[in-house]
């Protein structure tokens, strides 16, 4: 039970890192990333060929976030034209088509087989203590990034972001680079989601295309949404609720009789279905609510207009 518990506890950090590149990108700029899982699995097989040829898993790790973030960037240049529905649209394919290249380009990523037998740090050495090694480290991560983002978030730079979310034609008459602003978040986002992927083939040992399907993306969405998409702690609380839900359902067959085992798997995904209604019915702004992050002070509905903090805005240097 503990080793489960501790497996269960590591994907939910993992889920939390992909669930702070989310409110960077979305909750933070306004770019609806719905290609988030294509990051995911870049960053994953980026961190296992790396260290297949070689190289230490902390550099496979650092190598999965730069190229998520330089894939992103150069995503975002190509698509600066595109708002709402259509960024989402295409970053959706885009996902889809990294999803793709794995599953066919068989001479580097073994296609549908996937890759067994990858590298962890300090498996051997740790023994059976390594899954309460693996555990830590990911939470120590999360808890390292929170704080970081935390810090840049309520600098210049995150009120700036927070400007061209809420309207960029008045952070662009405020002196706000918008581009850079926007390829700049939509790269930090992607490097968490890159180094969400390298943390999670190392601790699975296996990875193959079919880790990386849109469902996950949905997860990630329910997650930030429970939080409050604005919130870095409602990410990570967002995160265990997912996943609490998720493995909850497992259990189903213990007290509802008759059920198969495609019905319980269909079971979890209704849950998730119904949990993301619920939350958009009885609380849209999510358990923590949405930031009025000028002031401060909590707000139940959207975030600071536009309009009112560009004063503030034009003070920002560019």
């Known amino acids: ?56 898993i902390g550099l496979g790790w650092v190598a999965a976030a730069a190229l998520s973030a330089a894939i992103g960037v150069g995503f975002c240049l190509l698509t600066r034209t595109l708002r709402g ?20 380009e068989r001479w580097l990523t073994d296609g549908s087989d996937g890759i067994s037998g990858i590298r962890a740090p300090f498996k051997h050495a740790l023994g059976e203590l390594y899954p309460w090694f693996y555990f ?7 808890a390292l990034v929170v704080w970081v983002l935390a810090r840049v978030l309520s600098s210049p730079f995150g009120r ?9 034609k008045v952070a662009a008459v405020a002196g706000k680079n918008v581009l850079r602003l926007k390829c700049q978040a939509f790269g930090i986002g992607a490097a968490l989601f890159g180094l969400a992927g390298g943390l999670y ?56 009789p008759g059920l198969s085992a495609v019905q319980i798997a269909s079971l979890r995904e209704f849950a998730i279905a119904v949990a993301l209604i619920v939350i958009m019915q009885l609380r849209p702004q999510g358990v923590f609510g949405l930031r009025n992050e000028r002031s401060g002070s909590l707000s139940a509905g959207a975030a600071t207009p536009a309009a ?3 004063p503030v805005e034009a003070r920002m240097p560019s």
């Open 201 to 256: 083939a190392h601790f699975t040992s296996y990875i193959s295309p079919d880790n990386f399907v849109v469902q996950l993306t949905i997860y990630i969405f329910l997650a930030v949404t429970a939080g409050g998409y604005s919130r870095l702690v409602g990410a990570v609380f967002g995160s265990l609720a997912v996943m609490t839900i998720l493995e909850s359902s497992r259990f189903a067959a213990e007290f509802i």
């Open 160 to 168: 700036a972001l927070r400007a061209v979310r809420d309207d960029e």
């Open 1 to 56: 039970m503990t080793s489960y518990l501790l497996f269960i506890g590591t994907i939910t950090a993992i889920y939390a890192l992909l669930s702070l590149g989310l409110v960077v990108s979305w909750g933070q700029a306004g770019m609806v990333n719905l290609g988030l899982v294509g990051f995911f699995g870049l960053g994953a097989y980026c961190s296992v060929l790396l260290t297949k040829l070689g190289a230490p």
């Open 85 to 104: 529905d259509y960024l989402a649209i295409v970053t959706l394919g885009f996902g889809e088509g990294l999803r793709l290249v794995e599953l066919n």
């Open 136 to 142: 830590a480290l990911a939470w120590t991560l999360v």
């Open 308 to 310: 009112a903090i560009g």
